[in-house]
């Protein structure tokens, strides 16, 4: 069965920082990019960053560029979110979701993750 | 980069065929494929439709999707309408650059 386990949310304060982790298992995880999804609570799902299955390719939403580093580990197959300088409209549910292709170009999402929430308050 | 465009609600009795549309802001809706997901409350998305109109093992094929070009849409079509059917409706699709749009979400009630 592939399982995709989202890890690392919590409560922070403005300005800081959180590593987001997202375990992988059931499917040859160097094959396939993989992809961070958000959800504020009761908003719509908002795509913030995708990689290839090599890291090779990489891309960001607007809203985190410069902030956000995505990154995986296919010897652990894990998938990473560092997220710095963090805002408060950062608030969300992130949900880690495996990408039907090897590179991010067009494929689609699934399955995702259970996602992890990310409270970011003074 | 372009938006998608949902309504915010629909809703339809059992039994009976609903359509949520998706339409694009600029370029062509056939530039990229749409996908289409299903989220209930308290559950992580799900995917209904992919690449336009395929569906994944499970989905019945009371779902269906389509474009229209004239109005630079997709739609996701479900017939038979059933109470597990109501959730939110999310489209997407792939624009260019290595960045991905989601449309702001529909919510289905099943009356």
């Known amino acids: 069965e592939v399982q995709l386990v989202a890890s690392g949310g919590g409560s922070v304060q403005p300005g800081r920082s959180l590593r987001l982790s997202c375990a992988a298992s059931g499917f040859t995880f160097h094959d396939y990019a993989m992809h961070w999804v958000r959800q504020a609570p009761g908003k719509g799902l908002e795509w913030v960053s995708g990689i290839s299955w090599n890291s090779g390719s990489i891309g960001y939403a607007d809203s985190v560029r410069g902030r956000f580093t995505i990154s995986r580990d296919n010897a652990k197959n894990s998938l990473y979110l560092h997220m710095n300088s963090l805002r408060a409209e950062d608030t969300a549910f992130y949900y880690c979701a495996k990408d039907s292709r090897a590179v991010t170009t067009g494929g689609w999402f699934d399955p995702w993750g259970q996602g992890t929430l990310v409270t970011v308050s003074s | 980069n372009f938006m998608l465009t949902q309504p915010h609600s629909v809703s339809e009795s059992p039994g009976k065929t609903v359509t949520i549309s998706c339409t694009r802001s600029?370029?062509?809706?056939?530039?990229?494929?749409v996908q289409w997901y299903q989220q209930r409350p308290g559950s992580s998305p799900t995917t209904v439709i992919f690449e336009g109109n395929e569906r994944p093992s499970g989905v019945p094929d009371r779902f269906s999707g389509s474009i229209d070009s004239s109005s630079n849409s997709a739609s996701l079509t479900i017939s038979g309408l059933k109470t597990e059917d109501e959730a939110d409706y999310y489209c997407q699709s792939y624009d260019s650059s290595n960045h991905w749009v989601f449309g702001g979400g529909t919510k289905l009630t099943v009356l």
């Open positions: 600029s370029g062509s809706i056939a530039s990229n494929y």
